[in-house]
């Protein structure tokens, strides 16, 4: 380690361990700017918090202080996350210390390997203190081989359930229907469409009428 007594800054050139306000924070090489408590990092990044429920990993970090005492954590580079069940990737990842909140930006995605849930969508917002995730731009969510599509949505981490809208469309094999909003259960695989309803559902033996609420298997 090199310190700058008179810029107040050090410099790592080797692998560093950083452990503050129960985050832990690993990179090859970097630097520490003590009187703004910002960090740049290069190399194997490696963040954790929330006691390891959540990890983020690339290849750049960099802090910011932002107005209102907030801080910001920007990673960028074969970016990866694990945040509770789900884990992902993006072009560009933002977190904010203050509000708890982490956005996922071009390219996002989100992946449950145990609901065999997949969620694409131009950004990613995840909302600490609501318990919530949101979805906004060409949002494809995949489960149990049925599709939908929309261009927003909400993911409510306690009742499992994705609220989806911006003309979503449903998909599963021949099975094709349009609402003005589409509420999916991750946890029973139930779809429910609401208002505006065109479907066409079709069985092994012959057409049948589209029902509301459609169960998946």
């Known amino acids: 380690i090199q ?26 090489k970097g630097k520490y ?6 960090i ?25 202080n932002r107005p209102n005492d907030e801080k910001i954590y920007i990673f960028q580079d074969d970016i990866k996350i694990k945040d509770d ?9 933002e977190s904010l210390e203050k509000k708890k ?5 071009g390219n996002a995605f989100l992946k449950d390997i145990k609901k065999d849930l997949f969620i694409r969508s131009s950004l990613i917002t995840i909302d600490e203190k609501k318990d919530l995730i949101y979805f906004l731009g060409r949002l494809n969510i995949r489960q149990k081989g049925k599709i939908i599509q929309g261009s927003a949505g909400v993911y409510n981490k306690e009742t499992e359930i994705i609220s989806i809208q911006g003309n979503p469309i449903y998909k599963k094999g021949r099975d094709y229907a349009t609402a003005d909003k589409m509420i999916l259960n991750t946890k029973t695989n139930e779809v429910q469409m609401i208002g505006n309803l065109k479907a066409n559902f079709f069985s ?7 029902k509301k609420i459609i169960k998946g298997k």
Do not use: H
């Open 3 to 28: 310190y700058n007594d008179k810029e107040k800054f050090a410099v790592f050139n080797n692998p560093v361990t950083i452990k503050k306000k129960e985050k832990l924070i690993k990179g090859n």
């Open 33 to 38: 700017l003590e009187e703004d408590d910002l």
């Open 40 to 64: 740049q990092l290069k190399g194997d990044i490696f963040y954790e918090e929330k006691k390891g429920k959540r990890v983020i990993q690339s290849k750049k970090l960099v802090s910011e």
């Open 85 to 93: 069940d789900f884990v992902g990737e993006s072009d560009r990842l």
């Open 101 to 105: 909140i982490v956005y996922l930006k």
């Open 204 to 210: 092994k033996k012959k057409r049948k009428k589209s």
